[in-house]
């Protein structure tokens, strides 16, 4: 029997797995928005993003719909931005 020399999380030195997830950036909200007021479907944006369809509907569902997305706003509601008034 072969002992395999790879770490386990109950070895030292093992380190835990990091999120397998990242936020969107404001450029990519306003990318998504931008695409969406333009006419593109959901599937396309998330092919022109690199993010998942699933992405791309949550962030769509979460920020308005889908013809009145403001990426704008959805940063200043999560506090990245001030509002201009």
Known sequence: MQVSS???DTQE???PAGPKYRRLSATERDQI???RAAGHTKAEIARATGRSD???TRELRRNGSP???SAAAARVVSGGEAALV
Do not use: E, L, P, S
Request: charged share 15%; aromatic share 0%.
């Open 6 to 8: 790879k770490a386990t």
């Open 13 to 15: 030195g093992a380190q």
């Open 33 to 35: 928005a931008n695409m």
């Open 54 to 56: 699933g992405t791309i």
């Open 67 to 69: 013809t009145d997305v």
